[in-house]
């Protein structure tokens, strides 16, 4: 099965048509294929939309961390949850419905600092980097968060397209 992870920047708020067509290729050309989306407004919620559209509903999983996701278009998702370890002075990343734990962020020095902490709010990105085998990325030419993720894939070997916006 492949997994391509769609990302991009919070001030993109449409799927321009040469993405859209791409997706609706990718769907006839791989009928196993996964989508994975975050749950970040901006492009994130964009292919939301889209693919429910063009019928990528059951083909996508959103991923969530810590809340509760607005999922309109009724698509799947897989909510990941922190816990704070205080002897550990850790947090620990995992998934709810499993407990399977995917990470940790250590030197955390009390439970309010999880949520103020950098790693927390890129160890979504980094895990779903981590899972994809390509990626399809909307850039407005200025998210460092974004470029920092196209940035990680090329590291990791994996093909990123990314389309510069003009916004």
């Given at each position: ?19 859209t ?33 063009i ?30 370890l ?22 955390i ?18 895990h ?13 030419g200025?998210?460092?968060g ?8 090329n ?13």
């Open positions: 099965m492949a997994k391509v992870f769609l990302f991009g920047s919070a001030s993109v708020f449409g799927i321009p048509d040469v993405v067509n791409e997706l609706e290729n990718l769907i006839k050309m791989y009928p196993d294929i996964e989508f994975l989306v975050g749950d970040k407004n901006g492009a994130e919620s964009a292919f939301h939309k889209t693919l429910s559209a019928g990528g509903r059951y083909k996508t999983k959103v991923y969530t961390l810590d809340k509760i996701p607005v999922n309109k278009f009724e698509l799947d998702t897989v909510e990941l949850k922190s816990a704070y205080p002897d550990e002075k850790k947090a620990v990343i995992y998934i709810k419905d499993t407990e399977d734990i995917l990470g940790e962020i250590e030197d020095e009390k439970v309010e600092d999880v949520v103020y902490d950098r790693r927390y709010y890129e160890f979504l990105d980094r779903l980097i981590g899972v994809c085998d390509i990626a399809i990325c909307l850039w407005d200025k998210s460092k974004t470029f920092n993720n196209i940035q990680l894939l590291i990791k070997g994996k093909k990123c397209y990314t389309y510069k916006l003009d916004i």
